[in-house]
């Protein structure tokens, strides 16, 4: 199982100490570095600037929202930039939700499945470079053919030949459909709930996607980048604060994200056996009460969903997440010493 660094996405302002975490990671033989995007920091640009200081990492986006950009646009990111890291790019996209679809791009959320299929397949077109790109659509047809078009659209390939025509493509997917759909026509899973507690649940979904005709992958060659919080920790009132510390992060995930009725991250929880927790949850949270909903979260639901003790334990429970069938785990860290820490532990 590889170790991957989770930069994230940016709050008010740029984070300061990333350059030494990137640093650290590189040197500590960690596999890969992350960034994210919300509605703020895009994910491609931090990749590149503190990218450009490592020969070894793999730089992956987790995740890239679709509704963003153009599949063509995604492609052309992503070929620009393998050119430039000498072949280390992982593309990790997702749907997003319909309040940053329609909020903050203002595009249509509706039919998810059949997009992602769709801007997956273009932008393997664009990286085979096999022949002029085209589309059917109906989300993305190229060349474009809608009532207002000109009609002088025609197909196109990329002037630049990529540097490869295989740059992994890993799509985050939390519901059955789309976790099938992840393992039908994907080179990995980002999944931003996978427990040990919780694997049995996804296997029938990925198992379902592996089996239709034309599968990209099987569970042999698939990867599963599992987001996790690991921190060693020495002393039983260390554990305990970091643990109330993650309830926070529990607690927002589960009642604060999303439109009270299109929470994909609460539904997970419920999925998960959760589902009178979650609602008191979002409860308290929708009506402000956000110390009140984080003092519900119990301390075996954070254990089952991050990594948080002595080194013993940190190596015991690292190795019961990879028999589950995670390749990477996507850790934060917040300083070199972190990153070089658990590195050691787990090497």
Avoid at 15 to 38: K, Q, R, Y
Avoid at 103 to 132: C, H, M, N, S
Avoid at 134 to 155: E, F
Avoid at 239 to 258: F, P, Q
Wanted: with cysteine; proline share 6%; charged share 20%.
């Amino acid at each position: 199982m590889k170790l991957g660094l989770q930069l994230g996405y940016w709050g008010a302002q740029p984070p300061s100490g990333v350059a030494e975490l990137v640093a650290a990671a590189e040197a500590s033989g960690f596999d890969a570095i992350f960034t994210a995007e919300a509605w703020g920091s895009d994910a491609f640009t931090p990749l590149a600037w503190w990218g450009r200081e490592t020969s070894r990492v793999r730089l992956g986006t987790s995740i890239v929202q679709m509704s963003g950009r153009s599949p063509a646009s995604i492609a052309m990111h992503a070929l620009t930039l393998d050119h430039l890291s000498g072949g280390r790019v992982v593309l990790g996209m997702g749907v997003s939700g319909p309040q940053v679809v329609e909020g903050w791009y203002g595009a249509p959320f509706a039919k998810p499945l059949a997009r992602t299929r769709e801007v997956v397949d273009i932008i393997r077109q664009v990286l085979a470079r096999e022949a002029p790109v085209t589309s059917a659509g109906p989300h993305h047809p190229l060349p474009y053919s809608g009532a207002d078009a000109t009609g002088l659209g025609k197909p196109l390939k990329s002037i630049v030949h990529p540097l490869r025509a295989d740059v992994p493509i890993w799509l985050g997917a939390e519901g059955p459909k789309n976790v099938a759909l992840t393992a039908e026509i994907a080179d990995g899973w980002i999944p931003i709930f996978y427990t040990p507690g919780s694997a049995a649940m996804y296997q029938p979904w990925l198992d379902e996607g592996f089996a239709r005709p034309g599968a990209r992958r099987t569970r042999a060659d698939f990867e599963i980048a599992a987001t996790c919080h690991v921190q060693v920790t020495t002393s039983a009132a260390e554990r305990a604060a970091v643990v109330d510390t993650m309830k926070g992060v529990v607690s927002l995930y589960m009642g604060g994200m999303g439109a009270k009725d299109a929470n994909f991250h609460k539904q997970v929880f419920e999925r998960m056996g959760h589902q009178a927790l979650s609602d008191e949850v979002q409860r308290l949270y929708l009506e402000g009460r956000k110390a009140d909903a984080t003092a519900l979260i119990p301390d075996e639901l954070v254990h089952d969903m991050h990594i948080i003790g002595d080194a013993g334990y940190v190596k015991e429970r690292a190795a019961e997440w990879e028999t589950t069938g995670v390749t990477t785990l996507l850790l934060s860290c917040r300083t070199a010493e972190e990153v070089a820490k658990i590195a050691e532990v787990l090497a």
